[in-house]
């Protein structure tokens, strides 16, 4: 009986590279990274060659590129991936010579589970600026055919695109530290965004008018001493290297997870069912059929969960004692390490950081500090 399941998944699986072959034929394309990710589900038996059939299908049955599917299936998780303009040592640099100019219009173009993101939003939440978002279809990225760069996040502030989260942050923590020093003023820019009906808003998280949360904006005035940066940067950057990493092991681990990280593709995304259903399938089982590949690429070892629970503690350790990496407000690496576990919220990989590492309070404390989203309609 198993072995006529495996056998029929294996004739759907040729027939759909078939097809694939077929579209390459006609559009040009390579169906290389399709087949390495069918490859890997293979690899896991029946029902990894049956999902690995079904997924090409779809590709293919929807007329998205073959190539692609891989790159931009995993961009939920590696979404920064190509260059952003930024070298890697900028982009945690506040740049210089910023006028302090508050924002008249934000919009994120995201993924509503990347953690990349989801950095950026916590930012944006805790200091109480209004932005919208754009949601991208991981397969098509239709919403960014005007942008070169295709890696979201992808950010206007007011018309002027700006790549990179850190790169995103570290550019309006300085617009806010410049205008602190200015002395404050004015009532253009983000301060009319904040007409949402929300208290507070982004000149009172500036000027301590409660704005940011429950402890108000986390820079102080002039921005922060030197050996604060230094601390922040270097958890900033641990972040990026090697927390996102983890976690990014732990949601593809398996086909439920997998298929779990995907499924908001079908209540967020603002385009057709079918792109939606297919973005979904598509990208899970591929993100499934190469997890084994993702661990062994950034160097994982062992257990991903008993990774990810030592980098949870890790990064509580490092509070000594403090309610915040920030001292008594929370600075641009809590931030960022709570962003990115707040993308995975409702997953299995955060019920069990939660329940199984010390993260539990500090993130307590910081869903309290970061308050309700300043997202627009």
């Given amino acids: 009986m198993r072995a006529a399941a495996r056998l029929a998944a294996l004739r759907r699986l040729a027939l759909a590279e078939a097809q694939l072959g077929r579209l390459e034929h006609l559009a040009g394309l390579s169906t290389r990274s399709v087949g390495e990710a069918a490859a890997g589900a293979a690899s896991r038996g029946a029902w990894g060659l049956a999902a690995a059939a079904a997924a090409a299908a779809s590709a293919a049955a929807f007329g998205f590129s073959a190539r692609p599917v891989v790159a931009q299936a995993e961009a939920p998780w590696q979404a920064e991936k190509g260059k952003a303009d930024v070298t890697p040592e900028d982009r945690y640099q506040r740049p210089a010579g910023v006028a302090g100019r508050l924002p008249r219009e934000i919009i994120v173009y995201q993924y509503d589970v990347c953690p990349f993101c989801c950095k950026v939003k916590a930012f944006l939440d805790y200091h109480k600026i209004p932005y919208r978002c754009v949601e991208v279809n991981p397969l098509t ?18 018309g002027e695109q700006v790549n990179d989260s850190s790169a995103i942050i570290s550019r309006l923590a300085a617009e806010i ?8 003023g004015g009532s253009s820019g983000a301060a009319e965004g904040s007409s949402s009906g929300k208290k507070g808003g982004f000149l009172s998280s500036l000027f301590g008018g409660g704005g940011g949360g429950s402890s108000g904006g986390s820079i102080s005035m002039g921005g922060p001493a030197a050996e604060s940066v230094a ?37 967020n995304g603002n385009f057709g069912w079918v792109s939606r259903e297919a973005a979904r399938l598509v990208g899970g089982t591929m993100m499934w059929g190469i997890s084994g590949k993702l661990k062994k690429k950034y160097g994982v070892e ?19 004692g403090r309610p915040f990496m920030g001292g008594a407000r929370p600075d641009l690496a809590d931030l960022a390490v709570f962003g990115v576990i707040r ?9 069990d950081v939660m ?15 970061v308050g309700p989203s300043s997202r627009l309609p």
């Avoid at 055919?145 to 992808?154: A, F, I």
């Avoid at 530290?177 to 002395?183: H, I, P």
């Avoid at 062992?302 to 000594?320: F, K, N, P, Q, T």
């Fill in 355 to 369: 329940q199984n590492s010390k993260i539990g309070k500090w993130y307590e404390r910081m869903f309290e500090a």
């Fill in 141 to 158: 990225k239709a919403e960014l055919k005007w942008s070169d760069y295709k890696k979201v996040p992808v950010v206007l502030v007011d």
């Fill in 177 to 184: 530290e410049a205008r602190q020093r200015q002395g404050g």
């Fill in 302 to 320: 062992g257990d991903v969960r008993e990774s990810l629970y030592r980098s949870a503690d890790e990064w509580v350790e490092a509070l000594h």
């Fill in 343 to 351: 993308a995975v919220t409702g997953t299995d990989t955060f019920n």
């Fill in 231 to 267: 601390e922040e940067e270097k958890w900033r950057r641990w972040v990026d290297d090697w927390f996102v990493k983890v976690i990014t092991c732990n949601i593809y681990r398996n086909m439920h997870e997998a298929f779990q990280t995907f499924d908001y593709i079908s209540e």
